[in-house]
């Protein structure tokens, strides 16, 4: 399957210029996308992105991924309402580095003959003086050219306006296309549907300055079926760093996904082929309950973007919280990855002197912490069997806890009815 027909079927593609897809069928070609510095971590958003990227290199092509180094300093003005703060020099480059280290899980830059390379535009930018900006690039392209873009009419038409250093973003991004045609071979540019009048510019700016042939490709923007934006939730963004994001939130946020989510996503963020797909959604919708589409897509976009182990974790953890799974695995996972887990529950400090003599349940629960209002209250659900203490059932209204029942020498993990967690940490 070419790269146009994998996009297709996959509900990737948006545009495409003509002469695109017979380029791409007639030679090995290299071709880029564009990633924005102006974080330290990409999120979920950039996801459609990157996988475009590993079907290009699939399909024997030579994916470039260009850092924006210099337009992160000036902003795209495409999808914003108002203009964004901009960034110093060494906050751009550490952004880069960290941009660099995450694309690196996802495409192959060995070296090899289809390996992806990484380029920084800041490289050709930071000695291109203004004034020779403005005669060899700015000349070939029309005001009314650049004002006819959607990006630009939507942000003229509000009440914030556009500044020239963002009307000129276009300009800078176009002649990244030039730059990496004429010196990259690069002859096409990939990106979201958003990005389709820059993309156009640089094609354009080839054509006039050195009559050349450039191609020009998107990819749908990602929305959910219930209209939210996709890759937000409460918390905000989901970003790929496991600092930002944990492992666990992340496996979370695609296991949620509603079905019909869930089918598409299955599409867009896995390397499923066709019939993979189609097994995997008639199993699930043979019993919907069980999730099995949720639970593949988040099984493998876990691994991709993190590792077996951190899914294998993130599994483990989803199985206690909401199922009967063993607390074993508690104890072999880093003090942060713990509270990350219980993050959200409630959490009451305790004294360690007090389990070092032992300390009653009923004083546990309603004296040193307050998961219960009083006594009375938790000795009536420990004797409705409602109570259960780093997953064991409390049955003795005289149990007593000491430092030995702490799980990591730190925590109690406590139970309340079938939903209701509670994190006892011992200081």
């Known amino acids: 399957m070419s790269f146009v027909e994998e996009l297709r079927w996959r ?13 791409l069928l007639k030679e090995k070609t290299a071709g880029y996308i564009g990633f924005d510095p102006t974080g330290d971590s990409l999120h979920v958003g950039h996801l459609t992105q990157i996988m475009t990227l590993i079907h290009f290199q699939q399909a ?3 994916p470039v991924a260009l850092v924006g180094g210099a337009t992160g300093m000036v902003g ?5 309402s108002a203009e964004r703060n901009l960034l110093d020099e060494e906050t751009l480059n550490h952004n880069i580095s960290c941009l660099k280290n995450q694309l690196a899980k996802f495409l192959d830059f060995s070296g090899s003959r289809h390996s992806a390379v990484m380029v920084n535009n800041y490289d050709w930018f930071k000695d291109f003086r203004f004034l020779d ?4 690039v700015g000349k070939h392209i029309t005001v009314n050219y650049m004002m006819a873009k959607d990006s630009v009419k939507k942000r003229l038409e509000g009440e914030n306006g556009l500044s020239f250093t963002e009307f000129t973003y276009q300009l800078i991004q176009g002649y990244d296309f030039y730059y990496l045609w004429k010196n990259h071979g690069c002859v096409l540019q990939m990106g979201g549907s958003d990005q389709w009048g820059n993309i156009v510019t640089g094609t354009e700016l080839i054509r006039r300055k050195d009559g050349g042939t450039a191609y020009a490709l998107t990819t749908q923007l990602i929305k959910k079926a219930d209209g939210n934006k996709f890759g937000k939730t409460e918390s905000g963004a989901v970003w790929l760093d496991a600092n930002k994001t944990s492992p666990y939130k992340y496996y979370q946020f695609w296991l949620n996904a509603s079905d019909e989510d869930a089918k598409n996503w299955i599409k867009i963020f896995t390397l499923k082929s066709k019939d993979e797909i189609a097994a995997i959604i008639a199993e699930h919708d043979a019993a919907p309950h069980l999730r099995i589409v949720q639970k593949e897509l988040a099984k493998d976009i876990t691994i991709r973007t993190h590792s077996m182990s951190d899914y294998e974790t993130a599994l483990k953890t989803s199985e206690f919280l909401f199922g009967n ?3 074993e695995f508690l ?3 880093p003090h ?3 509270l990350d887990i219980f993050d959200g529950v409630p959490r009451f400090r305790i004294a360690r002197e007090s389990l070092a003599s032992g300390i009653n349940v009923l004083d546990l629960l309603a004296v040193a912490s307050s998961v219960f209002p009083s006594k ?4 009536k659900m420990i004797q409705g069997g409602g109570v259960s203490i780093n997953r064991i059932k409390i049955t003795d209204i005289e149990q007593d806890f000491r430092v030995d029942d702490l799980i990591n020498d730190n925590y109690l993990i406590v139970q309340r009815g079938k939903k209701n967690y509670y994190l006892l940490i011992a200081e």
């Open 11 to 23: 509900g990737m593609l948006h545009d495409i210029m003509p002469g695109t897809e017979e380029q």
């Open 60 to 62: 024997g092509h030579k």
């Open 76 to 80: 795209d003005p495409s999808g914003k």
């Open 133 to 136: 900006f403005i005669r060899d």
């Open 325 to 327: 799974g063993s607390l």
């Open 331 to 333: 104890k072999a996972i």
């Open 336 to 338: 942060s990855t713990l």
């Open 376 to 379: 009375g209250e938790a000795r």
